[in-house]
T-cell receptor
Framework: DSGVTQTPKHLITATGQRVTLRCSPR?????VYWYQQSLDQGLQFLIQ???????AKGNILERFSAQQFPDLHSELNLSSLELGDSALYFC???????????FGSGTRLTVV | GQNIDQPTEMTATEGAIVQINCTYQ??????LFWYQQHAGEAPTFLSY????GLEEKGRFSSFLSRSKGYSYLLLKELQMKDSASYLC???????????FGTGTRLQVFP
């Protein structure tokens, strides 16, 4: 157990639907990062939150949004889902001044 | 922006040594990471370099040359369980986010 918890582990949904992925960072970590990994692709940075505030944004689609709550857990919302959104979605966390990034076990999203 | 290049695939024999190269171009560099990822699993941290030189950690070593925008991961005494993807990632200076290369899939054969 890395200390970063992602739920659910698997999600199957239909095109056009909306889903929410959840991430609880390692205890004490303030930063949360979301990544998307499509089949046989590298990790694509989506968005970063630090202590509740958005800090950096990658190539995140307008259909996707995220937030970090006061208890530091984060949610990634994906709407109007398309087949191409099928991927592994990873969350990672890191603390102040720390160089270690810890990844959760990911959520495998399948859009049918 | 960031651009990170590494070979797509490599093969090696059990017990051998393999070197995986990574070149990068970045607008703001604050360290280079190597991660190991088995298929369908989370990336796990292998090494971190922020200054030039070699960092050794058991069977794994990582080298960095900031002036050349170049790093390599050296794996010694290869084992079958080392078959995985190896991801090179650069940390961006202002935000601390990690930008990943596409990864190198290593297959170790008996």
């Amino acid at each position: 157990d890395s200390g970063v918890t992602q739920t659910p582990k698997h999600l199957i949904t239909a095109t056009g639907q909306r889903v929410t992925l959840r991430c609880s960072p390692r205890s004490g970590d303030l930063s949360v990062y979301w990544y998307q990994q499509s089949l046989d692709q590298g990790l694509q940075f989506l968005i970063q939150y630090y202590n509740g505030e958005e800090r950096a944004k990658g190539n995140i689609l307008e259909r996707f949004s995220a937030q970090q709550f006061p208890d530091l857990h984060s949610e990634l919302n994906l709407s109007s889902l398309e087949l191409g959104d099928s991927a592994l979605y990873f969350c990672a966390s890191t603390g102040d001044g720390a160089y270690g990034y810890t990844f959760g076990s990911g959520t495998r999203l399948t859009v049918v | 922006g960031q651009n990170i290049d590494q070979p797509t695939e490599m093969t090696a024999t059990e017990g051998a040594i393999v070197q995986i190269n990574c070149t990068y171009q970045t607008s703001g560099f604050n360290g280079l990471f190597w991660y190991q990822q088995h298929a369908g699993e989370a990336p796990t941290f292998l090494s971190y370099n922020v200054l030039d030189g070699l960092e050794e950690k058991g069977r794994f070593s990582s080298f960095l040359s900031r002036s050349k925008g170049y790093s390599y991961l050296l794996l010694k005494e290869l084992q079958m369980k080392d078959s995985a993807s190896y991801l090179c990632a650069v940390r961006e200076y202002n935000t601390d986010k990690l930008i990943f290369g596409t990864g190198t899939r290593l297959q170790v054969f008996p």
